[in-house]
């Protein structure tokens, strides 16, 4: 069965304390792999499309990384503003008309 | 186009009363999406339009619920006989269609009292 896994399920992070979220994945065909992030109240906000194995994204302070089996979005010098939930999401090669999304993963930076 | 429009923000109604939300997709996409989600879970399909053609809808839905996108441009989504189980975000995105990230509106937050 197809599934998106996010770990950890909160991290709670000092400022500028750099760490990695992960989104494995056990999916038949990979065709895109999708980071988002969620505000409190808000629909997802879109932030990066990998769509395969050794391929980086960067934005600010955020990294999107993916293999075979996972993704890893780093947060390199976190600011209190980068708080949120981050959603992964993918496409796979017989479903390619929705996503199977992850739990998510709920950041706390402290200031 | 300033992006995924969706209304109302906010609705509060009576249990077994109906609701209607309604989206507008970026002009440009041709697919339209309808997701549910609560409090600590990712986005739950709904169902899924290409243009005005619904091609999808989740087993999950029951037949109180209907969508509609006629012309193809904006789209609603109808709760009848609402339930508290109904209560969560409605969360309607659209797509150029192939691999590409969905645009996401802010949501309906529905409540049902």
């Known amino acids: 069965e197809d599934q998106v896994t996010q770990s950890p399920e909160a991290l709670r992070l000092q400022e500028g304390e750099s760490s990695s979220l992960n989104c494995s994945y056990t999916?038949?065909?990979?065709?895109?792999l999708f980071w988002y992030r969620q505000d409190p109240g808000k629909g997802p906000e879109f932030l990066f499309t990998?769509?395969?194995?050794?391929e980086e994204k960067e934005k600010e302070r955020l990294k999107a990384t993916l293999t075979k089996k996972e993704s890893f979005l780093h947060i390199t010098a976190p600011k209190p503003e980068d708080s949120a939930t981050y959603l992964c999401?993918?496409?796979?090669?017989?479903?390619?008309?929705?996503?199977?999304w992850g739990l998510g993963t709920s950041l706390a930076v402290n200031p | 186009d300033t992006g995924v429009s969706q209304d109302p923000r906010h609705k509060i109604t009576k249990r077994g009363q109906n609701v209607t939300f309604r989206c507008d997709p970026i002009?440009?996409?041709?697919?339209l999406y309808w997701y549910r989600q609560t409090l600590g879970q990712g986005p739950e399909f709904l169902t899924y339009?290409?243009?005005?053609?619904?091609?999808?809808k989740s087993r999950l839905l029951s037949d109180r619920f209907s969508a509609e996108r006629p012309k193809g441009s904006f789209s609603t989504l109808e709760i009848q006989r609402t339930e508290q189980g109904d209560s969560a975000m409605y969360l309607c995105?659209?797509?150029?269609?192939?691999?590409?990230?969905?645009?996401f509106g802010s949501g309906t937050r529905l409540t049902v009292v």
């Open positions: 990998l769509y395969s194995a050794g």
């Open positions: 999916v038949s065909g990979l065709r895109g």
């Open positions: 999401a993918v496409y796979n090669a017989g479903n390619n008309r929705k996503l199977i």
């Open positions: 002009s440009e996409h041709n697919r």
């Open positions: 995105a659209s797509s150029p269609g192939g691999v590409y990230g969905y645009t």
């Open positions: 339009f290409q243009n005005e053609a619904q091609l999808e």
